[in-house]
């Protein structure tokens, strides 16, 4: 059974800095691809950034770009995002991912979300 737990979420005043964490198992995490996506209240959930299974390649919405980097350590099934700068329009529920294209939202596992609150 494939099980994506994230965490690391919180409270957090503009212009501050949070890592989420998601830990992965039931799947071969070193050949797939992993992404973070996040859902504010009222809005569709949308894609926030991906990386390829080697980590050699990165994707990221534009609204991100500069301020956030997703990294991952295979040998501890673990995908990161670094989140700087942090606006108040980055409060969401934040998931982890996993799947083929996730840039266009074709994702196969999907984590429990982790809120992240960003005050101004």
């Known amino acids: 059974q494939v099980r994506l737990v994230d965490s690391g979420g919180g409270l957090v005043q503009a212009g501050g800095s949070l890592r989420l964490s998601c830990v992965a198992s039931g799947l071969t995490f070193s050949i797939v691809a992993m992404g973070w996506f996040r859902q504010a209240p009222g809005k569709e959930r949308e894609f926030v950034a991906a990386?390829?299974?080697?980590?050699?390649?990165?994707d990221y919405v534009d609204s991100v770009k500069g301020r956030f980097a997703i990294s991952r350590d295979n040998a501890k099934n673990t995908v990161y995002l670094q989140m700087n700068s942090l606006e108040p329009e980055d409060t969401a529920v934040y998931y982890c991912a996993s799947g083929p294209r996730l840039a266009v939202g074709v994702v196969d596992y999907w984590g429990q979300g982790t809120q992240v609150t960003v005050s101004s």
């Open positions: 990386i390829s299974w080697s980590g050699r390649n990165t």
